[in-house]
């Protein structure tokens, strides 16, 4: 069914656009042109972002900073496991579900662990990733209480998913 939804939905676009006797093509170019517009506003932000994220986690200095901060987490109640999910979620979705997936197949998706960390990606945002493409395509240049705001929300959600999976599993 699934690889049918996007021929559907164009064949259902294309419909109401000849229903309305308006020139689809013409929309859907307007419409390419606008996202390749939009492409070139993001993509260097974007580009710099996920080379910084590489870098940092092939350095090790992810690592280094999770075995660090691993007294802190446990302070809190994270698992000390999860150290390395906390640090990177923020930044790069794809290199937290990484994270994420590794820790489920080290510990089993039914285990603590496998849990938090399911609970952290489901309750935690790209914050970084979030602000330079969104605040970059909106031409957003002051960022001054948004960062501050949405990093204590992601350590809310951090602490919110350590405690639900070990009072609710």
Known sequence: MTDYLVPLILLFTALLALRKQENCYDILLGGAAEGLALLKTILPSLIALLTAVNMFRASGGAELLSRVLEPVFSLFGIPP??????????ISGSA????????MAQYGVDSQIGRTAAVMLGSTE????????????????????TLPAALFADFVGFLTASWAVRVFF
């Open 96 to 103: 937290a579900l990484a994270v994420g997936s590794e820790l």
């Open 126 to 145: 790209t914050t970084f990733y979030t602000l330079s493409v969104y605040f970059g395509a909106a031409g957003i240049q002051k960022t001054r209480y």
């Open 81 to 90: 496991e999860c150290a390395m999910l906390v640090l990177v979620r923020p």
